[in-house]
């Protein structure tokens, strides 16, 4: 079965710490990695990785993919009130470019 | 630009009835995918639609039905509901290039009592 776990499930952090969120996947097929945020209801998309190696930078956020042993992470740098949200992870397979298997999120609280 | 509108916002049904969710894509895209996501199950795919057509579909029953009209406008319709139903319900649109294009509305939060 197709699956993408998330971990931690929670994290709870003070202003200013780096974090690392992590997403495993087994998929068959697998095409693309894709990160989201979600602070209240709409996801708001952040990444998609398809080549292992190839960090993607925006701003304090970057995420790396590594295809051979089948995860990404997404860090957080210098992190701030702002960036407390859900992070989403979900992959897509295959010739299917539009239906996403999503892991449970990883819930982000940033202390002040 | 406007961004996806959803409606309602939120609804509370009884089990057995039906209802009808509405998502308007932003103009010019083409493609719309809805999502079921709930706090032990996550985000799960409902199905796509891309001009009028279905396009892929997730595994849930037949009860959870779908069309896309001529100006891209989509609906959702869940029949017979359900306890489990209760979710919110995520519609998101994109050009129809992929994924990373996708921008979500806000949902529909459904509650099945």
Known sequence: EDKVVQSPLSLVVHEGDTVTLNCSYEV????S????KQ?????TFLFMLTSSGIEKKSGRLSSILDKKELFSILNITATQTGDSAVYLCAVTQGDSNYQLIWGAGTKLIIKP | KAGVTQTPRYLIKTRGQQVTLSCSPISGHRSVSWYQQTPGQGLQFLFEYFSETQ????NFPGRFSGRQFSNSRSEMNVSTLE???SALYLCASSLGLGPHGYTFGSGTRLTVV
Do not use: I, Q, S, V
């Open chain 1, 28 to 31: 068959t097929n697998f095409r």
């Open chain 1, 33 to 36: 990695l894709l990160w989201y």
């Open chain 1, 39 to 43: 602070e209240k209801k709409a996801p």
């Open chain 2, 55 to 58: 396009r892929n579909k997730g």
């Open chain 2, 83 to 85: 306890l489990g139903d």
